[in-house]
């Protein structure tokens, strides 16, 4: 067998794993590697990263190169075309500004606040930012259909915090000198004044946006409205509904996730002066636009977003950024192709066998739970049996022949996708749950947990080292991606997901004494994670609440897949390896898979608006609390990483 995860020669002997696994672990990595200039971070996600977008390239280069020789296969010219249009950079310099000025027109040319809230809602079905965010998915309280769903939007900054919190003044400042720079573009009569009114704007609509904590409460985010009760929120709704969907049937009953945003939406359409309605909506349009547009407006989206907000000193190369434009556009085809080349059946397989053991794992522990009565252990129980793993892709394929790719039409192209994408939404209205649908592509270097549908998937490109290594000692495979499928599980029971009952449905099925059990232990964690503070922006901590959800999930799924990998062993010992236990391996595997430099700046963005914490916590905090971790390495009360065990929390 190989130790594909980790090298042990590579450890860092200057830093005791009793003290720091993260960086036993990686620190030979952490001091050698330098973060690529076109990168906010790097590490192992990156890495996976990477491979999988060197084998989409090869896939699109040799989709154009086909067409280039005659092909005339539809999904070949339509990969061909798209990203051989986003190269074409001369075509792109000798258009400037020309291919949003039609849209700026149409804005301008807007006389009533109706018509302006009506081209808005077009440019929503075309992907550009609008007054708030549709989708489509399962009905919470009924995930035996499919409802359009309302999400708060508007908003060009990361989150609605930036616009209140001192420590944002710069950001702001800067977003304002973007805006400026952008109206200067396409010849606004009053730049720096459209960008000030326009961050005025947005800062009242951020002061009625929920933040980013009340938005991971199912229970607050789920409100049902029929259409007729659509006006009691907003006026302005309804026109904007009928744009928006196709039909008036689909949006006979919606889901309003953020009602007091759409209260002050429609407060802000009725008070702020129609003039500034449409520097903000053509502030939109030059956002979205600016990534296809000639190099100044690239260059000044990306010294914001990329610079400013997350520290990278460089743009990627232009084939990357075609490379995300293609599979944005149209994944999935790409990934059938990725899938055919890349993922093998024998993976599939020995994935099925690691998803057997920890759900047996699971169902294990929560039989053994002390904290849980039998009735709310009966439903965990039953909730366990029914969920559903999907691995590597999709059984069925989304069909990519309605969506038009026109030749030189870049713009034109992005907001045709986006349209079709929209569309294809929305043809789900009415129809029978598609068990079959992926919300990632196989290429995706992720996995997921949906809560409507009680389903863990697992893409493709995740399942690689050093994630999971067919040949590996299982040691490795349940320290990283055992680790990963328990992760996946455990939000089925984190503080969300247990909301959610084992059809999908957001229904309580916890006693009293059980729901009170269990918030007790999750303040312990929440307490816990806001007391660290990342090496990379002094003075700020974790938000114990926001990353509580997958806090829940790092410590249940690790602990959770080590007693699935001791059921792999069958009651055998694990043989020394390197002068290391199997458990040992387990948790250096879990350790490597965290490796990860990250810059200042981005550090800083993602302590804001990410539910994740940062890595090197999600390994050092999570094995603190794991009994297995401490007496794998002989932990004592001297070692920086010891807990007392009455400190420790184990859920699930």
């Known amino acids: 067998m190989t130790i594909s995860t980790f090298d042990p020669t590579t450890l860092d002997t200057t830093v005791r794993p009793q003290d720091d696994l993260f960086r036993y672990a990686n620190g030979v990595w952490l001091k050698e590697t330098v973060i690529p200039d076109d990168r906010p971070l790097t590490g192992s996600f990156t890495a996976l990263r990477d491979a999988s977008e060197l084998a989409v390239r090869t896939i699109i280069e040799e989709a154009a190169a086909r067409v280039a020789g005659g092909s005339t296969d539809e999904l070949d010219t339509k990969i061909g075309t798209l990203y051989a249009d986003f190269m074409d950079t001369a075509r792109i310099e000798a258009e400037g500004s020309a ?205 914001f977003y990329g610079t400013h907000l997350a520290g990278t000193p460089r743009i990627k190369d232009r084939w990357k950024r075609g490379v995300a434009l293609v599979e944005g556009a149209i994944g999935e085809a790409i990934g059938q192709r990725y899938v055919e080349r890349h993922f093998p059946a024998t993976h599939k397989a020995a994935m099925l066998d690691l998803v057997g053991n920890l759900i047996a794992a699971y169902e294990a522990s929560i039989t053994s739970l002390a904290w849980m009565t039998d009735e709310t252990r009966d439903r965990a129980l039953e909730k366990l049996s029914q969920f559903t793993t999907k691995i590597g892709y999709p059984e069925t394929w989304i069909d990519y022949g309605p969506f038009e790719v026109r030749a030189s039409d870049l713009h034109g192209n992005v907001l045709r996708a986006a349209e079709f994408e929209h569309r294809r939404q929305l043809d ?17 270097v992720n996995a997921y947990y949906m809560p409507t549908m009680n389903e863990i998937v697992f893409p493709a490109a995740i399942l690689q080292p050093p994630f999971f290594d067919i040949d590996a000692d299982d040691a490795v495979n349940y320290g990283a991606i055992g680790a990963v499928i328990g992760h996946e599980i455990g939000h089925g029971f984190d503080d969300k997901g247990s909301q959610f009952d084992g059809t999908g449905r ?147």
């Open 99 to 303: 291919p949003v000025r039609p849209l700026l027109d149409r804005i301008g040319a807007v006389s009533t606040i109706e018509d302006l809230v009506e081209l808005s809602a077009g440019l929503t079905r075309s992907g550009v930012q609008g007054f708030a965010a549709p989708y489509v998915s399962n009905d919470a309280g009924n995930p035996e259909r499919y409802l359009l769903h309302l999400y708060q939007s508007g908003l060009g900054l990361p989150d609605e915090s930036y616009y209140r919190e001192d420590g944002f003044a710069e950001t702001r400042e800067r977003y304002a000198e973007l805006l400026t720079r952008l109206f200067d573009l396409v010849g606004t009569a009053d730049p720096a004044g459209a960008a000030a009114r326009v961050v005025g704007l947005e800062t009242r609509l951020a002061a009625s946006s929920m933040g980013s904590v009340e938005r991971r409460d199912p229970q607050k985010t789920y409100n049902l409205v029929q259409h007729d009760a659509v006006a009691g929120l907003s006026d302005h709704l309804v026109p904007w509904l009928r744009i928006v969907t196709d039909t008036p049937g689909q949006a006979a009953e919606l889901v309003v996730n953020q009602p007091d945003f759409v209260r002050g939406l429609d407060a802000a359409l009725r008070t702020e002066d129609l003039a500034t309605w449409r520097e903000w909506l053509a502030s939109r349009v030059l956002l979205h636009a600016a990534d296809y547009l000639d190099d100044r407006f690239v260059d000044a989206a990306f010294a």
């Open 428 to 444: 789900k209205l009415g129809g029978p749950i598609d068990r079959g649908t992926w919300l990632m592509t196989p290429q995706t």
């Open 506 to 652: 957001l229904l309580n099925w916890w006693s009293e004494a059980d729901r009170t059990a269990f918030d007790a232990l999750t303040g312990r964690l929440v307490a816990q994670y806001a007391a660290l503070e990342p090496s990379e922006v002094a003075g700020r901590t974790v938000n114990g609440e926001l990353t509580l959800g997958e806090n829940i999930g790092d410590l249940g799924g690790l602990g959770i897949s080590y007693r699935a990998y001791l059921l792999s062993l069958g009651g055998a010992e694990a043989p020394v390896v390197d002068g290391l236990t199997g458990t040992q391996r387990f948790f250096l595997s879990w350790a490597t898979c965290w490796q990860q430099k990250i810059r200042p700046e981005e550090a800083k963005r993602r302590l804001t608006v990410d539910p994740h914490s940062p890595n090197e916590f999600r390994c050092n905090q999570v094995v603190r609390n794991l009994d297995e971790f401490h007496a794998a390495f002989g932990l004592g009360a001297e070692d920086r990483l010891w807990l007392e065990p009455e400190d420790r929390v184990r859920i699930w």
